[in-house]
């Protein structure tokens, strides 16, 4: 069973938005924090935001301060990336991760391409 499974991905126009989700599996989901990264052609991974296992803090790269939202329903083993006022930019792959001393799950990760 695949722990992490993104969908949502695709093409937008710049200042539309798109919303991501990630359906997890095969752990106790609401134990554990939560992560959205991203990788852009010829560019670094990097986390775009983070939340905590009830959704009380989170956490999000400069860049999309203001823009994108992180959030999760425990109840639905969901964790989920709300993307406003898209820029080209902002055009990767983006995986939604979990870690822990025992294990670090990725999911395929899904294509967000904004361009007019």
């Known amino acids: 069973q695949v722990p992490l499974v993104e969908s949502g991905g695709g093409l937008v126009q710049p200042g539309g938005p798109l919303r991501l989700s990630c359906v997890a599996s095969?752990?106790?989901?609401?134990?554990?924090?939560m992560n959205w990264y991203r990788q852009a052609p010829g560019k670094e991974r990097e986390l775009v935001a983070a939340?905590?296992?009830?959704?009380?803090?989170?956490n999000y790269a400069d860049s999309v301060k203001g823009r994108f939202t992180i959030s999760r329903d425990n109840a639905k083993n969901t964790v989920s990336l709300q993307m406003n006022s898209l820029k080209p930019e902002d055009t990767a792959v983006y995986y939604c991760?979990?870690?822990?001393?025992?294990?670090?799950?990725w999911g395929q990760g899904t294509q967000v391409t904004v361009s007019s």
């Open positions: 991760n979990v870690q822990s001393t025992w294990f670090n799950y």
């Open positions: 939340i905590s296992t009830t959704g009380g803090s989170t």
């Open positions: 095969g752990f106790f989901f609401s134990s554990y924090n």
